[in-house]
């Protein structure tokens, strides 16, 4: 018995939990919030964040504060951290008051990013009124992308490309939006690393290896798209000769004014390089140092 008074006594000097305010200073929210009225506010207890302090009113004050100067004047003043129009709340503080408990996992690199940079909040993309929150979904979310990033939209739109167009592939299968240790917030650490989480088979390692292949996929491929194809930011044997410009071949850089009027060049038309050179990543064969088997 004495334990239990004693564990009583524990809870009631516990400070509240984060998303959890003191029932003294939670305002009668819904009291004015009602479901006629505000639909679309009332959604948020059909979600997680519903049941944020205990629910009801509790819920509300969790995100927005006490906001005991909109509770006394409602029509003239604003609740505490306002989630509507930007220049209510400032990016910071929206942020804030998400972080004070979604601060680890996928947002643990927030601070410095280039979304928090430019100024960006969480509300930007997350609606957490809503069931089914935009960002979570990959139709939404990447529309939400691509709103911003419209060179990225344009270069979806090229011959060569990833298909997020088709659903087979996201935006958020390779970027992290919201901050990584690695360049242009990639899941991985490098570009590579990111690369072979798909393209295992271009992992090695290699007896024979393709110098460039190890050092940055990006070199050779354009991520997004590109006019040429497999990705590739220009077209044999061009991209090969912007290296190899006098290794075991002559050293005149084949190009479409070279091609022969009345035959073919093998080092010109089709695959070019690739018709001699086909293991371009790498080779295990004992006689693959050319990277030709």
């Given at each position: 018995m004495q334990l239990r008074w004693l564990l009583l006594t524990l809870l009631l000097w516990l400070p509240p939990l984060p998303g959890e305010a003191a029932q003294d200073d939670v305002p009668n929210c819904l009291g004015c919030h009602t479901v006629t009225a505000n639909v679309a506010v009332h959604a948020v207890f059909q979600t997680v964040?519903?049941?944020?302090?205990?629910?009801?009113?509790?819920?509300?004050?969790?995100?927005h504060g006490a906001s005991a100067e909109h509770a006394r004047n409602p029509a003239?003043?604003?609740?505490?951290?306002?989630?509507?129009?930007?220049?209510?709340?400032?990016?910071?503080?929206?942020?804030?008051?998400?972080?004070?408990c979604h601060s680890g996992g996928s947002a643990l690199?927030?601070?410095?990013?280039?979304?928090?940079r430019e100024?960006?909040?969480?509300?930007?993309?997350?609606?957490?009124?809503?069931?089914?929150?935009?960002?979570?979904?990959?139709?939404?979310?990447?529309?939400?992308?691509?709103?911003?990033?419209?060179?990225?939209?344009?270069e979806l739109l090229l011959p060569s490309r990833h298909p997020i167009a088709e659903g087979k592939t996201a935006c958020g299968d390779c970027h992290n939006p919201h901050g990584s240790?690695?360049?242009?917030?990639?899941?991985?650490?490098s570009?590579?690393?990111?690369?072979?989480?798909?393209?295992?088979?271009?992992?090695?390692?290699?007896?024979?290896?393709?110098?460039?292949?190890?050092?940055?996929?990006a070199l050779c491929h354009r991520p997004h798209g590109a006019v040429h194809d497999r990705l590739l930011t220009a077209r044999g044997p061009a991209l090969c000769q912007q290296c190899h410009v006098a290794a075991?071949?002559?050293?005149?850089?084949?190009?479409?004014?070279?091609?022969?009027?009345g035959s073919g060049n093998q080092n010109v038309l089709g695959k070019n390089c690739l018709n001699c050179h086909s293991q371009v990543h790498g080779s295990n064969h004992p006689s693959g140092a050319r990277l030709t088997r």
């Open positions: 964040h519903g049941g944020l302090g205990g629910g009801g009113n509790g819920s509300c004050a969790g995100c003239g003043e604003m609740p505490g951290v306002s989630f509507g129009p930007r220049w209510l709340s400032a990016a910071e503080t929206r942020t804030d008051t998400c972080l004070g690199h927030w601070a410095g990013n280039e979304h928090q100024g960006m909040a969480c509300d930007s993309c997350h609606d957490s009124h809503r069931q089914q929150d935009p960002a979570l979904s990959e139709t939404e979310s990447q529309r939400s992308c691509l709103g911003c990033h419209t060179r990225v939209q344009a240790l690695g360049d242009a917030s990639l899941h991985q650490p570009v590579n690393d990111n690369c072979l989480q798909c393209h295992q088979d271009k992992r090695g390692p290699f007896l024979w290896e393709h110098p460039p292949v190890a050092e940055d996929c075991f071949h002559p050293s005149l850089p084949y190009g479409a004014e070279g091609l022969a009027g």
